[in-house]
């Protein structure tokens, strides 16, 4: 669990379920789910984890179940489930494939350090996805008590020996993120396809002004990169454009306001 999520980052949950909710809009749907199931999801990363998740659903369900016939009114609730799974695939296959960076932040100094991709491929990765942490060996055991404790018995049978280490959560960068979802190996590669498959999504901003706003942002402080200290990310730019248009009342989703900035970028 990321106690503390900087700019710049997801929180490894929270990477997941936008991937997730993105490939099949439709299926995530506030309007076809109960508040219950809205807010599991809400709070993966923050007060519950995916480890907890498959038994919260399984309550949902029981409350929703016919009473005469046991039957659930539909399977969407196990299709978003499945979703998530593997969405959760999805992201460790890039991430190991070092298509996107993920960044380890210990919890008692707050320090952060990048991820091989190869920690990725390990065996116990898959336990990761549990709560968004890993337990990072520092050398060294310590004994921990094995309740209940026994009085008289020896120290053998009330404790044992467990390996020194530290907590840290595990975050996703956006600017790779943003990169990798909409390359031709990520999982929006054919995005625009999907749209027109659905018939379209109506133009429901100027996208035109948006673009030059945005592109309005890149003459005046240069192309963003590590390098530019006045715009070192394209979030920043992907921030600023949501920003200047909050206070016009409209909200712009994130992942789409960053999909047409890179595109505009690829253009100049």
Known sequence: MADFVPKGFYALERAVLLIARELDERLWDHAKMTLSEINAYERLGETSHYKDLRRTLEDIELSLRDRKTGELPDDSIEKR??????SQQLLRAALNAGELRSYLQFAETG????QPPEAWAQVNATNWFDDGQIYVLTGGTHRILLPPYIPGASDDVNFANAPNG??????IEKDSFSDWYYSAAGPMANVEAIERDRGGRPLEYDWDAIKEYA?????????PGRANKRLPSKSQIAEAVMNEWAKKG??????TVRRYIK???KDL
């Open 263 to 265: 595109a505009w970028l």
């Open 166 to 171: 530290v907590w840290a959560s595990i975050l």
């Open 250 to 255: 409209v909200d712009l989703a994130e992942s």
């Open 111 to 114: 320090e952060r350090s990048e």
């Open 81 to 86: 489930f499945n979703a998530y799974q593997e």
């Open 215 to 223: 592109l309005g942002l890149v003459k005046q402080r240069g192309r």
